[in-house]
């Protein structure tokens, strides 16, 4: 987990409010990811991003969005939560260079009723 | 479509005894294989990978995985479990070239009994 922080790292809200995790870094590398763990399913990919303000999609992105305004800082918002996303969110960071590995952040666990 | 697969849900081993984590995968073109292990409230901890070249990868903690293309599989080894390899562990394939996305499979429980 070294180098990648994310927060909170515990939530309980309530279905409509909106809820925002931040993930930060301090390895300035270039990609970094939001994945949703449930059991089951594995980890999936939420969104992704490339660079400052570069952002794409993954496989499960309904419902969220993100933003990246420092290389540091990527943020997964929820606009209205639903039953549905309450799941153990990660954080990753890749530097882009080759095939090396992604870094995964600690989790935040997302309980929404 | 890619994808990969983990055809067991939880593995059961006795300490001392070798052990295997089963992963097989579906992907177009050269593929980028990935293990990871993820202990109770941690987040995911990189083991080894398989990019090209020997398709026996040694890793972290003594684990190991050998690639069959044939097969389109990448099992995780150790020649002797510990108790303290009881984790939640995850084969992942990477696509779309270097820059790529990974795909993880639903992940392995093993438990390693004393």
């Known amino acids: 987990d070294a180098g990648i922080t994310q927060s909170p790292r515990h939530k309980v809200t309530e279905t409509g409010t909106p809820v925002t995790l931040r993930c930060h870094q301090t390895e300035n590398h270039r990609y970094m990811y939001w994945y949703r763990q449930d059991p089951g399913h594995g980890l999936r990919l939420i969104h992704y991003s490339y660079g400052v303000k570069d952002t794409d999609k993954g496989e499960v992105s309904d419902g969220y969005s993100v933003s990246r305004s420092k290389t540091e800082d990527f943020l997964l918002t929820l606009e209205s939560a639903t039953s549905s996303q309450t799941s153990v969110y990660f954080c990753?960071?890749?530097?882009?260079?080759?095939?090396?590995?992604?870094?995964f952040g600690p989790g935040t666990r997302l309980t929404v009723l | 479509a890619q994808s990969v697969a983990q055809p067991e849900d939880q593995v059961n081993v006795a300490e001392g005894n070798p052990l295997t984590v089963k992963c097989t995968y579906s992907?177009?073109?050269?593929?980028?294989l990935f293990w990871y292990v993820q202990y109770p409230n941690r987040g995911l901890q990189f083991l080894l990978k398989?990019?090209?070249?020997?398709?026996l990868v040694k890793g972290s903690y003594g684990f190991e995985a050998e690639f069959n293309k044939s097969q389109t599989s990448f099992h995780l080894k150790k020649p002797s479990a510990l108790v303290s390899d009881s984790a939640l562990y995850f084969c992942?394939?990477?696509?779309?070239?270097?820059?790529?996305?990974?795909?993880f499979g639903k992940g392995t429980k093993l438990s390693v009994k004393p």
């Open positions: 398989y990019i090209t070249g020997d398709n």
């Open positions: 990753a960071i890749n530097d882009g260079a080759g095939y090396n590995e992604q870094f």
């Open positions: 992942a394939v990477k696509y779309g070239g270097s820059q790529g996305n990974l795909i």
């Open positions: 992907v177009s073109g050269n593929p980028y």
